[in-house]
């Protein structure tokens, strides 16, 4: 059997990760000198609420290679073969903790253990539809290299936007890439940002929390460049997931327009998890979207 792996950056809910037979590695948080699991001994909703009160600006931290090695090891002993996909290297030290994991694996056990690394593109729900895609590979009977390439086909489909009460957090967790031309007029707009090439890019400037919500609606039906700098392939059905920080009346705002405005696939509303609010803040929304 082929197991999926991934890390808490998904933010796929249990109960998702249940039905699709899912393996996490939680990510860690630290609030001064506590360290935290992220999903496992802090939920988000729990984060955004020591975001919004704790003196001290929490920061996070890759797993260490022997976390991956007590997910995968039960599942190699079990006689399964893992694809394991995690946040991009270009945002995280995720993945690159992941190959090390590996290698000690490997020379642990003298031989290379049947595990297919995935470096996503994609952070929350744009890994979160890959991982979910490669679950359904897994059932379609596919094999590790064919499952890798599934999912990262929807690399060319798939679209992360947010909208930001503020880029005070990107700014301090080093995260603002580009976004950084927008620190200057912040003070009076909301900023929308997207997830290209693997990075946090500037989208738009929107007059008010309210414009940017019907913005982040508008751009589902015309999806901004992403990747090579093209808009991403697709007309069919949607399959949409809607993200927030402690913004539940908003996530819902936009889950009922995206329901009454399109043709959907498949629809989730997902917690955004302590290490991508870390730096979007609280009240960050967003959302991560593919067609067929």
Known sequence: ???????????????????????????????????????????????????RHEKTHPTTSTPP???????WGPLLDAGDEIVSLHLPSNLSATFSSAVNAKAQLDAERGHEVPITLVDSKWVSMGMGFQVIEGARAVRAGQTREQIAATMTALDSRLTIIFLLDTLEFLRRGGRIGKAQAFLGTMFHIKPLLQIANARVEP?????SRKAGLKRLIELIAEPPPTGEGTPPIGSGA?????????????????????????????????QIGPVIAVHGGPGIVGIAFYRE
């Open 238 to 270: 949607l399959h949409a997931a809607v993200l927030h920080a402690g913004a539940p009346d908003d996530a819902q705002y936009l889950e009922n327009e995206i329901r009454a405005r399109f043709n959907l696939a498949e629809f989730y509303t997902s």
């Open 203 to 207: 989208l738009e400037r929107a007059r």
């Open 65 to 71: 290679p022997a976390d991956f090695a007590a997910v």
């Open 1 to 51: 059997m082929i197991r999926i792996v991934t890390d808490s950056g998904t933010n796929l809910s249990p109960e998702l990760r249940a039905q699709y037979n899912i393996a996490m590695v939680p990510l860690l948080v630290i609030f001064g000198n506590k360290t935290y699991r992220d999903e496992v001994d802090l939920t988000g909703e729990q984060f955004i609420e020591k975001l």
